[in-house]
């Protein structure tokens, strides 16, 4: 990283000396040619004293001249001025944005990383020590759940990989399938319920809510909303998730006690690869594709999602879908 720092930053020297040049050359211009156009126009005066001819109609044609060609280089100048100058500024955030792109990319890559060996690693061990040793039932099941909790993981990570590659493709087809989406969520938050015993899950689902969608991406945006409210909420905190119908929409939120999200972030983290902080050094889990593939989804169904904070403290997640027509 240093290395790729320095070579970054000797790029960046090279293109502000070679803007300086080309400016410095274009003032230079500028100068010379007015005053060639002095020099010209005062020869042309000379001429006409050594002549002895006092034409002042000439002398008025010869000062206008100068004027014209004046105005032109200044003119001429202006324009390239501007011409350099924008290209230079659509450069600068051409590359600026490619290498903060690039950054994002690198860091999601090692987050990835992490959140693929990580499982790998949980279930390997579970399975090994199932084989080698021969435990009580108690904890076997512990063990088998704990593995099963890790390919969960996995499974999400694969499906959120893929559908973000389909989406940005543009050929995952959005589904208009009539959906319970009072169920669908009641079923997350039981699968949540067994997969965090240690934590709680308090719901307010109002019953047989319909939307037409498809099931697995309304599936994975409450999945999406509520393990991110896991991740960063402490381990004792309630995730509340609500569902209610409100002027012909649906609306889904879910709640946490955790740290919070700053104004000037709360737009960001919709972005893709984007985490809170720097991704290579925190302690949570995640790749930065939840919440922009949440986003990707809610829009795609023409509905909204916001986020707000919560009191005391934490955040809560709102996401406004039209219900089936059938219930309207």
């Given at each position: 990283?240093?290395?790729?720092?320095?070579?970054?930053?000797?790029?960046?020297?090279?293109?502000?000396?070679?803007?300086?040049?080309?400016?410095?050359?274009?003032?230079?211009?500028?100068?010379?040619?007015?005053?060639?156009?002095?020099?010209?126009?005062?020869?042309?005066?000379?001429?006409?004293?050594?002549?002895?001819?006092?034409?002042?109609?000439k002398q008025v044609r010869i000062?206008?001249?100068?004027?014209?060609?004046?105005?032109?280089?200044?003119?001429?100048?202006?324009?390239?001025?501007?011409?350099?100058?924008?290209?230079?500024?659509?450069?600068?955030?051409?590359?600026?944005?490619?290498?903060?792109?690039?950054?994002?990319?690198?860091?999601?890559?090692?987050?990835?990383?992490?959140?693929?060996?990580?499982?790998?690693?949980?279930?390997?061990?579970n399975l090994e020590t199932l084989?080698?040793?021969?435990?009580?039932?108690?904890?076997?099941?512990?063990?088998?759940?704990?593995?099963?909790?890790?390919?969960?993981?996995?499974?999400?990570?694969?499906?959120?990989?893929?559908?973000?590659?389909?989406?940005?493709?543009?050929?995952?087809?959005?589904?208009?399938?009539?959906?319970?989406?009072?169920?669908?969520?009641?079923?997350?938050?039981?699968?949540?319920?067994?997969?965090?015993?240690?934590?709680?899950?308090?719901?307010?689902?109002?019953?047989?809510?319909?939307?037409?969608?498809?099931?697995?991406?309304?599936?994975?945006?409450?999945?999406?909303?509520?393990?991110?409210?896991?991740?960063?909420?402490?381990?004792?905190?309630?995730?509340?998730?609500?569902?209610?119908?409100?002027?012909?929409?649906?609306?889904?939120?879910?709640?946490?006690?955790?740290?919070?999200?700053?104004?000037?972030?709360?737009?960001?983290?919709?972005?893709?690869?984007?985490?809170?902080?720097?991704?290579?050094?925190?302690?949570?889990?995640?790749?930065?594709?939840?919440?922009?593939?949440?986003?990707?989804?809610?829009?795609?169904?023409?509905?909204?999602?916001?986020?707000?904070?919560?009191?005391?403290?934490?955040?809560?997640?709102?996401?406004?879908?039209?219900?089936?027509?059938?219930?309207?």
């Amino acid at each position: 990283m240093p290395g790729k720092s320095k070579k970054l930053q000797f790029i960046f020297i090279i293109f502000w000396v070679l803007l300086v040049y080309i400016l410095s050359a274009l003032v230079w211009w500028y100068i010379a040619l007015n005053k060639q156009n002095r020099q010209m126009t005062q020869f042309k005066m000379d001429e006409l004293t050594v002549a002895k001819r006092n034409d002042p109609a000439k002398q008025v044609r010869i000062r206008e001249e100068e004027s014209r060609k004046t105005a032109q280089f200044t003119g001429e100048g202006a324009i390239f001025f501007l011409l350099i100058m924008g290209g230079a500024v659509f450069v600068y955030r051409a590359v600026r944005r490619q290498l903060k792109t690039s950054q994002e990319q690198q860091n999601f890559m090692m987050a990835l990383t992490h959140e693929l060996k990580t499982p790998i690693a949980v279930a390997k061990l579970n399975l090994e020590t199932l084989q080698k040793r021969k435990l009580d039932e108690t904890r076997q099941q512990r063990l088998l759940q704990t593995t099963l909790q890790e390919t969960n993981r996995l499974n999400a990570l694969c499906n959120n990989m893929l559908l973000s590659s389909q989406i940005e493709a543009g050929g995952y087809p959005f589904t208009d399938e009539e959906t319970n989406f009072s169920e669908l969520i009641s079923n997350c938050v039981e699968d949540f319920v067994i997969r965090y015993p240690e934590r709680t899950f308090p719901a307010e689902i109002q019953e047989n809510l319909f939307i037409l969608g498809d099931r697995l991406l309304l599936q994975m945006v409450a999945n999406n909303l509520i393990e991110n409210a896991v991740k960063y909420s402490p381990k004792a905190s309630p995730v509340n998730v609500l569902v209610s119908c409100r002027s012909n929409r649906i609306v889904l939120q879910v709640k946490d006690l955790g740290p919070g999200i700053s104004s000037e972030e709360k737009e960001k983290i919709f972005r893709k690869f984007y985490r809170v902080g720097n991704a290579a050094t925190k302690s949570a889990k995640g790749t930065g594709l939840g919440l922009y593939l949440t986003r990707k989804i809610v829009k795609g169904y023409k509905g909204q999602i916001m986020v707000t904070d919560n009191e005391p403290t934490g955040a809560v997640f709102t996401i406004l879908l039209h219900v089936s027509n059938e219930m309207n």
